[in-house]
């Protein structure tokens, strides 16, 4: 009996082969090479034999996807807008080109071009900030946890902060923000219960030794029921008798109110500085639609602190988030631009017919090429925590077929597209895709299904 090991062709055969020649104009030789000896090495240890031209075909489509990169472009139809999994905020184009623009060369990043002199980062974008917020002073680091961790270290460092027990909340990937706020150096005084504080529990906790009070957005969820609640402009009383900060975790960044498109319960930054915060600090990749960032805007005595901790250069961005986000807060100053040039405003706003009608045309493409699609109505989100409790009526396109294999069929593409299942069916829910993808996303499912 022959061994059908025997028969599989040397590492160096192949290598060498004409077949493999486009490979090696493409790719790397070690690349090439590795790949070839490791799928040998499988076809070896099963000891089954190879049809050359399968083994040449699963060579090639190894190689390809080993030359991928880790981070790639996905289509979001999974119809959460700010899907933490999937990057969040798409950003607007002014924001890209301005990133194309700082990254092509060199920039005044810490340059004062009137003085000829060294500049501090942290110039840029205040005054977009201040604009946009009332705020007396701005500064901006990695995310919003760093912020409340540089917040809390320059203003309370050593002291104890005062915080709800129903502001003690987890966020993404486990993180607590008890933890979070204790890395600051500062000691958690907590008051109130899970479902109801009162002011009266901050006075109470009020000493000689307290350095700030925190309020912390909820995120993700709400609650109901039985409960109480105490807002910034009631403590702002209280934290100016003590002559303590007010630091407030506004969450999503915020800088529009969305109550006209039946979006209402999550302040904007003008607003919560308005009502006697100290300092507020947002996300820039959430509702704010901008790239990852942690925005402290607030009084200008406090924020002189901040920029004055240790902390501050450790959480400091770099060149390219400064210009996206400056990008960003520009298109701000006119609202109704914003509401269509900032991809997530303009798809959490859209309206229920528009994305339906976008449906319609994907599915009557979808079937045009074989595949069996219809539109149908879903249920949207917001995603990354903001209105946690509001569904937004969307439209999707329902595949035909085994869900799980459609699924794995999309996700696998080069440029993988991430739907979902629900009640049996694999969904395209248009209200997270942005208008301008709707071409390459039918492309996609077509070259993964058809």
Do not use: W
């Amino acid at each position: 009996m022959t061994d059908a090991r025997r028969q599989l062709p040397a590492v160096g055969s192949l290598v060498e082969s004409v077949e493999l020649r486009p490979l090696l104009e493409r790719y790397p030789r070690t690349l090439v090479t590795d790949v070839i000896r490791a799928t040998l090495a499988e076809l070896r240890e099963k000891g089954e034999p190879a049809d050359r031209d399968v083994l040449l075909e699963t060579v090639a489509a190894r190689i390809e996807t080993a030359s991928l990169p880790s981070l790639r472009p996905v289509f979001n139809a999974t119809g959460i807008v700010l899907h933490t999994n999937l990057g969040r905020a798409p950003l607007a184009t002014a924001a890209i080109e301005a990133i194309a623009e700082v990254a092509g060369g060199y920039s005044n990043l810490e340059y004062d071009l009137e003085a000829g002199r060294r500049g501090s980062r942290y110039v840029h974008c205040v005054s977009l900030l201040r604009e946009l917020t009332g705020a007396e002073d701005a500064i901006v680091v990695n995310n919003c946890a760093a912020a409340l961790v540089l917040a809390l270290s320059a203003l309370a460092r050593g002291r104890e902060v005062i915080v709800s027990r129903g502001e003690l909340v987890e966020i993404g990937g486990s993180f607590r923000v008890p933890d979070i706020m204790t890395r600051s150096g500062a000691t958690l005084v907590e008051v109130g219960t899970t479902n109801r504080t009162h002011l009266d529990d901050y006075v109470r906790a009020m000493s000689p030794r307290t350095g700030a009070i925190a309020k912390i957005h909820r995120s993700n969820f709400t609650i109901e029921g039985f409960v109480a609640d105490v807002g910034v402009r009631q403590l702002s009383p209280v934290a100016s008798e003590h002559d303590v900060p007010i630091v407030h975790d506004l969450g999503s960044g915020l800088l529009l109110s969305l109550d006209a498109f039946g979006l209402s319960g999550e302040p904007t930054a003008r607003d919560a500085l308005a009502a006697g915060a100290t300092v507020v600090m947002m996300s820039g990749d959430k509702l704010l639609g901008g790239p990852q960032a942690g925005i402290i805007v607030g009084k200008a005595h406090a924020i002189a602190r901040l920029k004055q901790d240790p902390f501050a250069r450790a959480m400091r961005v770099d060149k390219l988030t400064i210009a996206a986000l400056g990008a960003t807060l520009g298109i701000y100053r006119q609202p109704e631009r914003a509401l269509s040039e900032i991809p997530t405003l303009a798809m959490i706003t859209a309206t229920e017919d528009v994305v339906r009608a976008r449906c319609d045309i994907l599915a009557r493409a979808l079937r045009d090429a074989g595949i069996g699609a219809r539109v149908v109505g879903t249920s949207a989100s917001v995603g990354a925590g903001a209105f946690p409790t509001r569904d937004i009526p969307s439209a999707g396109v329902a595949l035909d077929g085994n869900a799980t294999v459609i699924e794995e069929r999309l996700r696998a593409g080069r440029t993988p597209i991430i739907g979902r299942i629900s009640d049996g069916q694999f969904l395209l829910d248009l209200r997270s895709v942005p208008p301008a993808h709707d071409a390459r996303l039918t492309s996609a499912v077509v070259r993964a299904l058809a």
